[in-house]
């Protein structure tokens, strides 16, 4: 079993920056990838952005240049941090684990872009 603790979500004005953390805790396996994904109202969840634990890291397009994911694999914690929010950037963001079939995902925490 793996916990999944999201933290730092809020209300910003569009041109602002908050950071997302997620701290994982139980059994965790490597290799594995933790990632952000993001949901807003009548739209489907979707990957925001991931690294391994290797480093490796994908991006959706509409983030790029503007969110850097990063992890602290000692501390089992990965981060979000995003800068020159948009209004669209407003949704529920969920931190997912994966290792193998094993998958978990965060209770996700609120993020609110005001125009």
């Known amino acids: 079993q793996v916990r999944l603790v999201e933290s730092g979500g809020g209300l910003v004005q569009t041109g602002g920056s908050l950071r997302l953390s997620c701290a994982a805790s139980?059994?965790?396996?490597?290799?594995?990838?933790m990632a952000w994904y993001r949901q807003a109202p009548g739209r489907q969840r979707e990957l925001v952005a991931s690294m391994t634990s290797v480093g490796s890291t994908n991006y959706a397009d509409s983030v790029k240049g503007r969110f850097t994911i990063s992890r602290d694999n000692a501390k089992n914690t990965v981060y979000l941090q995003m800068n020159s929010l948009k209004p669209e950037d407003t949704a529920d963001y969920y931190c997912?684990?994966?290792?193998?079939?094993?998958?978990?995902w965060g209770q996700g925490t609120q993020v609110t872009v005001s125009s």
């Open positions: 997912n684990y994966a290792s193998g079939s094993d998958i978990y």
């Open positions: 139980g059994i965790i396996f490597r290799p594995n990838a």
